[in-house]
């Protein structure tokens, strides 16, 4: 997979993964909503206490969900980071809408909060919060603004699956969230997602949507006789096989989180020293946040360090790597209006942030390796 002595990423089997997939593949029900997609919407039903988790093709997936369930139309406004992930704001752009990019906070990464309310307007429909790294955003604000100017607020919590916003759980607070099973995500089945509804509201429209359209969800629970055509909508569900692998991990939730706090933890102490002598700077998590350790970044005091840095590691074996380019000023972002110094914080930080290798089966000695490494570099 990979010529790196340390990769990035590797997305290792840590449960039940295998044996769920040959269970599935001997069943004969290959396609979505088995009993296994059963078991996983129950499981995060059950977990997160929400009413509805559906399970889709990935979370830019469940993205488009949302923009479809909220009637997003050509000329509404949709508020996000411009520090992101492409699919938080493209998901709504293929609805027609306009994005709008707001700057990140310098010590979270996460949508500055206190930028919010001047970038609603009367077209604003919805705001986008993305939960950096698994640290949660400063949801009482955020959710203070949008409830008084009544505008629908989606969590993109693909890195935030069990983080938590002084004790509440992240996924939980706006109408609707996205969850992603990607494999560099900390629960995974290749390419997955989830649609997380806290509104119940959506639900029906949004077991339609998932199934093209039609209300085969509700005729498969018996509660119609045929099933027909009744809005517009996609196939967002995933196959069986892919619920059972997903099932298998989130089933290790404990040893998977466990596990990535132990990394979290170590890189944080073992590098303190040296990043405090080298004007790097270590991830800020809030008191009140309990983080849900999906990555490891540090930010350098410049571009030129940075690289220099990545080049560094590279040459021993060991893989890091960068995100996010500003969105606004991506070629598209431009398109919409982007220019330089829109972002100030989130074109800063793009420059000088460095991700560190981070996966379920990082070994003790591979972080060690990789911190000796780190620690030797001036
Ligand atoms: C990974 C990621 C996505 C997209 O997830 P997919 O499952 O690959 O579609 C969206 N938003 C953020 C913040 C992500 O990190």
């Known amino acids: 997979m990979t010529d790196y002595k340390i990769p990035f990423n590797f997305p290792a089997v840590v449960g039940n993964e295998k044996k769920y997939v040959a269970q599935a593949m001997a069943s004969g029900h290959l396609s979505g909503d088995g009993p296994f997609t059963k078991r996983c919407h129950a499981f995060l039903e059950g977990e997160l206490g929400i009413p509805r988790a559906l399970l889709t093709t990935s979370c830019t997936h469940a993205l488009e969900m949302a923009a479809l369930l909220l ?77 008084r100017h009544r505008i629908a607020v989606v969590e993109d919590n693909a890195h935030g699956l069990f983080g938590k916003y ?29 649609l997380l509804i806290n509104d119940p509201q959506y639900i029906e429209r949004a077991e339609i949507i998932r199934e093209k359209g039609t209300n085969r969800s509700r005729f498969f629970r018996g509660q119609i006789d045929k099933y027909s055509w009744v809005d517009i909508g996609s196939s967002y569900l995933p196959s069986e096989m892919l619920a059972a692998c997903l099932l298998g991990q989130l089933e290790a939730k404990d040893y998977i989180q466990t596990r990535r706090q132990e990394i979290w933890e170590t890189y944080y102490t073992k590098l303190q020293n040296w990043a405090a002598s080298h004007e790097v700077t270590l991830p800020t998590v809030p008191g009140h946040c309990d983080q849900a350790y999906h990555m490891f970044y540090m930010l350098f005091p410049s571009l030129a360090k940075r690289q220099a840095f990545i080049l560094y ?51 003790k000695a591979q972080q060690t390796t990789v911190i000796q490494a780190i620690t030797r570099f001036s």
């Open 71 to 147: 009637d997003i139309k050509p000329g509404d406004e949709v508020i996000v980071p411009s520090f992101t992930f492409v699919s938080t704001i493209n998901a709504f752009v293929l609805r027609g809408a306009h994005p709008v990019f707001i700057d990140i906070r310098p010590d979270t990464l996460n949508l500055d909060e206190t930028k919010l309310e001047r970038a609603i307007t009367l077209r604003t429909r919805a705001i986008v919060p993305v939960h950096y790294a698994g640290v949660g955003c400063e949801m009482d604000t955020i959710m203070e603004i949008a409830n």
């Open 313 to 363: 590691l590279k040459e021993q074996g060991i893989l890091s790597v960068f995100h996010y380019l500003p969105l606004h000023l991506s070629d598209l972002g431009r398109r919409f209006g982007g220019k330089e110094g829109d972002c100030p914080v989130t074109e800063d930080v793009s420059d000088r942030l460095v991700r560190l290798p981070f996966y379920n089966k990082l070994s």
């Open 166 to 194: 002084k004790g509440k759980l992240l996924g939980t607070f706006g109408c609707l969230a996205t969850q992603s099973f990607h494999e560099t995500k900390n629960f995974s089945c290749g390419e997955g997602g989830a």
